[in-house]
């Protein structure tokens, strides 16, 4: 007696940390609805490896592929095992920009039995939801407040508590701090950070956590805080296994600091330009302080220093 082959899915994803992780209660639900499902995900391997450690998705492959990139040319040809690819699946949900229907009608073309599409330019409510509208072709509904969730393999915790251990933090409350972003008009003066880690807490230690763009927070970094430790150099699983070891944290509008809420870390995000009605992180415990006037140089470093003492004794 045979048994029937588990459904087949595909997720079309690209754009950055913080687009990727907002895309994961998404991938939850559809892991949810079919849990021995093969969910395979087309996107940057960098960032996808955070939904493919956490279980959400089985496979993933590289949206720089050539293959890919076909599917966005007006008169494209394709290959036999392209079209193979795609009929292997049950359906397609595509987060590509596609706002002429290209790569939608090319999908179908190829052999895509259906495509369901999800703008990935939000322009009403939060990021979320409009991720998660495509899926209620399936009834599958955003239900009260959704908000990505990453847990972690059992070796990645223990390998985010060795890197603190070696640093001498094991035991100690630990402040990551985040002060980069994407963008430098997202940033919180970069004093205005180190200020705020020489007045923490006896007993809290900071952590500074930086990213490919924030080479040039490095030297003020060196020269105020050279004794401070610094997460730099790392895959984004190894910061997602560090940050799940710390007691708060706190960064601008960025995409670590939507992975430290969605690893459930206490958050204090700093929003400036941004429009947190469609970015603002969402996890358990986030307080979001939004700068007046669009301005992230003009939020108070006393707001600033209130918000992260009440992250840093948030009971997790």
Avoid at 105 to 115: D, F, I, K, M, S
Avoid at 186 to 213: D, H, M, S, T, Y
Avoid at 306 to 311: E, K, L, N, R
Wanted: some cysteine; hydrophobic content about 50%.
């Amino acid at each position: 007696m045979s048994s029937t082959p588990p459904i087949r899915i595909l997720v079309l994803r690209g754009g950055a940390i913080g687009d990727f992780i907002v895309t994961l209660p998404a991938l939850q639900k559809l892991r949810d609805r079919w849990p021995q499902a093969h969910i395979e995900l087309v996107g940057y391997p960098h960032v996808a490896v955070l939904a493919r450690a956490a279980g959400l998705v089985n496979h993933v492959e590289s949206l720089d592929k050539a293959e890919i990139a076909r599917f966005f040319a007006a008169r494209p040809t394709f290959t036999a095992a392209q079209c193979d690819y795609l009929r292997a699946f049950h359906f397609v949900v595509s987060y590509l920009h596609d706002p002429d229907g290209v790569v939608r009608a090319n999908l179908t073309a190829a052999g895509a039995r259906q495509v369901l599409y999800g703008s990935p330019l939000i322009t009403a409510g939060h990021a979320i939801e409009a991720l998660l509208k495509p899926l209620e072709t399936f009834a599958l509904y955003a239900e009260g407040v959704e908000q990505p969730r990453l847990a972690l393999a059992t070796e990645q915790v223990a390998w985010g508590r060795d890197w603190l251990a070696a640093r001498g933090l094991a035991g100690r409350k630990i402040l990551a701090i985040h002060p980069g972003s994407g963008s430098p008009r997202k940033n919180w003066p970069v004093e205005n950070f180190i200020a705020l880690a020489q007045r923490l807490p006896r007993g809290v230690a900071p952590l500074f956590v930086l990213g490919e763009a924030d080479e040039e927070l490095v030297a003020p970094l060196t020269r105020e805080l050279p004794d401070v430790p610094r997460l730099a150099g790392c895959t984004l699983l190894e910061v997602a296994s560090v940050l799940a070891g710390c007691t708060a944290y706190l960064g601008n509008d960025s995409g670590i600091t939507h992975l430290a809420a969605a690893l459930g870390v206490p958050v204090v995000a700093l929003f400036g330009p941004s429009n947190p009605e469609h970015w603002a992180p969402r996890g358990l415990r986030v307080t979001l302080l939004q700068a007046p006037d669009g301005k992230t140089a003009e939020i108070k470093v006393a707001e600033v220093a209130a918000a992260v003492s009440q992250a840093l004794e948030a009971t997790r």
